[in-house]
């Protein structure tokens, strides 16, 4: 079973079957809403519901072989009934993501006027209500799981598949296991993402150009021949890193940015052209670290190490530093040597994947004038402990680091509207939330004497920043403005644990690639499991977007430094040729 579904819901997951490694990677809700179950199934075979996204049923046109299930491959391999079959799944998938759809307004909002009544989804067999609907593909039963009345239709009625609605995960009757096809992962994705942009149409510019709903890429003849003409190399990207020489620190850095999806991709692609950097001292050995992806033994970072020490003395030397000191000493020097990269409203890849907003609003208790500030973030840095009480001896939560990171704290401030020394309050929020969310917990205290705090922090495999943003608890919140939840969702990818004192430790990671998870110590990689990474003592938590967002009217910068290229190059050939025409005149 899947990294994911080591946090599903005990009462309702498979105990009667076989487990797979490729079901359910969605943890499904455990809140039963209203709606007509009923009338839902019946209306799949209603004519009018056989209009479908062609794009959908079409984006995995080619015939997949299921090396594990026979049974759906000679289902999808005739057209009508692999017509049919997808319909009724996207029917049935659409039903539970519209139903489960995150409102615009918040539970504490206006709510309508009347509401539609209908029924929660039971068991065709039990009547017990369903929380987790299982769907037969091949007649319009409905039955529960943990009661095994979903099996035994499918067993009585020598129906072969049945849908969990929930995650989208298929079930063979003959395999008496949960199968994996990418038809069905295309199609869940695909009918989940056009209802989420449908619900997130607010915030659509107001000009004609409308944004471009998202479409499977499918390759067509010249790109089909282009990659069968590639030459296909190992790109696993789980491969170890050595240790130099107390450079743990370095190796669990490096691990973070591989399995970053922004930076890989960034790098790993033309965004990148090496010449083009103002430091190209600095650039090859950052690609190098990236082409790691392609090796089997484990790497040495030795030219990226050198080109840093060389470019940031304060993490100069063989002696042991800080991971995240040395995260910060890194972004800054990959900000400074991309070409185009500026101290306003930069666009390189370092801020456009870490670079948030945070902002600070004082507020005066006499006059009730607000000053609010806002400044760049590219991490936040969490205090363990409430004032007063002693860190070590609290239970935290990442949760509760960040409750305390917005809360209102008092201070002694000067007005500057009415110039009264009162008692202020200031609080910290979020502005703008970045792709990807750093968290560093400050473990380490430097009072009269260094100490470590060494307690578990407990933090989750996915992240609501949304009760954390201004719109939500700044000084004057609009919580009406908030949009889906689906905005603000965040997933776990790295984590970076410190072993040991102060002054002596060692670092390693967790890091997830795909939907499994594996712990890196240097050189070593070993397969591990997301319940391993949560009970780990976390130094760092970093997270990336579910749904990233973007702004429709910017040109990329890397589209913008190669059309600057090309024009510079255009200018110098222009200025050769006239001075070719000048000294043939000249003649």
Known sequence: MSSEADAMDLDESPSSSGSSSHVMERTPSNSAKSLDFKMTIANLDDPDHAETSSRTLSSDAGDEPYSHCDHVSALLSDPDSRARVLRKYEALVSWYARLHAPSALPESGPRPAKRRKTAVPECDTCQRTLQRPFVCLSCNYGGCWKQGHITDHLQELQHDFCVDVTSGAIFCRNCDDFIYGSIFENTYSVTTLKLE??????????????????????????????????????????????????????????????????????????????????????????????????????????SFLTTMWKAANEISGYQQQDAHEFLIAVLNQIHTSSRGSTSISCVCVVHSTFAGQLQSDVRCKNCGNVTSSVDLMLDMSLDLGAKGQRPEKSEETLAGCLRRFTHSESLDLKCSKCNSSNESTKRLSIRKLPPVLSFTFKRFKHDATATKID?????????????????????????????????????????????????????????????????????????????????????????????????????????????????????????????????LAGI
């Open 197 to 302: 942009e449908k619900e997130t149409r607010f915030q659509e510019s107001k000009s004609r150009k409308r944004r471009h709903t998202f479409e499977p890429w499918i390759p067509n003849v010249s790109e089909t021949a282009t990659i069968q003409k590639s030459q296909k190399i190992s790109c696993r990207g789980r491969r170890g890193l050595l240790n130099l020489g107390s450079t743990c620190y370095l190796n669990v850095i490096l691990q973070t940015f591989i399995c970053n999806p922004l930076m890989r991709n960034h790098f790993l692609s033309d965004k990148h052209p090496h010449k083009l950097c103002k430091n190209v001292n600095l650039a090859p050995p950052i690609d190098q670290i990236f082409k790691i992806y392609s090796g089997d033994q484990p790497y040495g970072p030795a």
């Open 455 to 583: 307690n578990y922090v407990r933090f989750p495999a996915t992240l609501n920043m949304a009760p954390y943003t201004t719109m939500a608890s700044g000084t004057n919140p609009d919580p009406a403005r908030l949009g889906p939840s689906a905005l603000y969702e965040y997933e776990l990818f790295a984590v970076v644990i410190h072993e040991g004192q102060v002054n002596s430790g060692h670092y390693t990671n967790f890091a997830r690639f795909g939907d499994h998870w594996y712990h890196f110590d240097d050189d070593k990689v070993t397969p591990s499991t997301l319940r391993e990474c949560l009970k780990s003592h976390a130094y760092m938590c970093v997270y990336v977007k579910r749904h990233l967002d973007y702004k429709q009217h910017q040109i990329p910068s890397y589209v913008l430094t190669q059309q600057q290229a090309a024009e510079k190059e255009r200018l110098k050939v222009e200025e050769k040729q006239i001075k070719e025409l000048a000294a």
